[in-house]
C-alpha cells in the first residue's frame, strides 16, 4: 500500500525558462500542485530529497507537501525528464482527497516460470509493465504480481484474468489487452546443421570443376 510521506516546498512567484534555469542551479526543481478545485501553485522542491523519496516510496507514494502555511496530500502526477541526461526538470503534483478514489498506473510483474519455459523452450514476453488501477490513495498497492507458472507455448494471460487482492479495487485498463504471452522457441541452426550444409556446398563444387574439365577433353576431340 502508499507510503505517506513529508516533502517540503517553497511557494514561488517567478516563471519562465530563466527562472526555472536559477532553481535548477540552485539544487531546486520547479513544480506546479493542482486539482480539488482548487486554484494552481507554482512551488519548488529539493531535487535530491524528491529522489531519495521515489527512490523509497515509489511513484505513487502519498506525499504530504508541506509549503509553509499549509500541508497538502498529493501524487506525482507527471515527471518530465531532460532528454540527454534524464535527470528531472519538472514535476507535477496532484491533490488528492485521501477519502475519493483516484486512478493511477501500477507496476505489473511475474510470478513462476511458465511451463511452456521449462519445459518446452519457450519465451515468456510481457506486453503491459503497468496497468491502470481505480481505487483509495491509501489502497495503492505497490505492484500487481501474476502468476505465470501454468502458462503453456501459445498461451496468452489478459489484463480481464487477473484477479486483484483488494476486491475494493478496479482495474481501468481494457481487459482484452494481453499481459503475458508464452512464445514458441525460435528456430536457430545447431553447430552441427551449420557444418553439415558446409560439407555438402563443398562436395558439390568440385563435381562442377570436373564435369568443366570433360567438356574441355570433349572439345579437343
Same mark, same amino acid.
Given at each position: 500500500m502508499s507510503d505517506q510521506v513529508v516533502l517540503k516546498a517553497e511557494v514561488r512567484s517567478e516563471s519562465g525558462k530563466q527562472a526555472a534555469k536559477r532553481l535548477r542551479s540552485a539544487g531546486q526543481l520547479p513544480a506546479v500542485v493542482y486539482g480539488a478545485k482548487a486554484d494552481p501553485i507554482s512551488c519548488s522542491v529539493d531535487v535530491k530529497a524528491l529522489e531519495t523519496l521515489l527512490h523509497k516510496h515509489g511513484r505513487n507514494a502519498i506525499i504530504n507537501l508541506d509549503t509553509g502555511d499549509q500541508t497538502q496530500s498529493t501524487i506525482v502526477k507527471e515527471l518530465q525528464q531532460g532528454y540527454l541526461r534524464g535527470d528531472m526538470i519538472? %514535476? /507535477?503534483?496532484h491533490r488528492i482527497d485521501l477519502t475519493q478514489k483516484i486512478i493511477v498506473d501500477v507496476m505489473v510483474?511475474? !510470478?513462476?516460470?511458465? @511451463?511452456? %519455459?521449462?519445459n518446452d523452450g519457450g519465451i515468456l514476453e510481457q506486453m503491459l509493465h503497468h496497468i491502470e488501477l481505480e481505487c483509495l490513495p491509501t489502497d495503492i498497492p505497490d505492484r500487481i504480481v501474476i502468476d505465470v507458472a501454468?502458462? $503453456?507455448?501459445? /498461451?496468452?494471460l489478459h489484463v480481464s484474468d487477473? @484477479?486483484? $487482492?483488494?476486491? $475494493?479495487? @478496479?482495474? %481501468? @485498463? !481494457?481487459?482484452?489487452r494481453t499481459v503475458f504471452s508464452v512464445a514458441a522457441p525460435s528456430v536457430q541452426r545447431t553447430e552441427e546443421e551449420?557444418?553439415?550444409?558446409a560439407e555438402a556446398e563443398a562436395m558439390q563444387e568440385p563435381e562442377v570443376i570436373e564435369r568443366g574439365k570433360k567438356d574441355d577433353e570433349d572439345g579437343e576431340e
Open positions: 519538472h %514535476v /507535477d503534483f510483474d511475474s !510470478d513462476g516460470i511458465p @511451463t511452456g %519455459v521449462r501454468a502458462l $503453456e507455448v501459445g /498461451d496468452n487477473i @484477479t486483484l $487482492e483488494n476486491p $475494493e479495487n @478496479t482495474i %481501468v @485498463t !481494457d481487459g482484452e551449420e557444418a553439415e550444409e
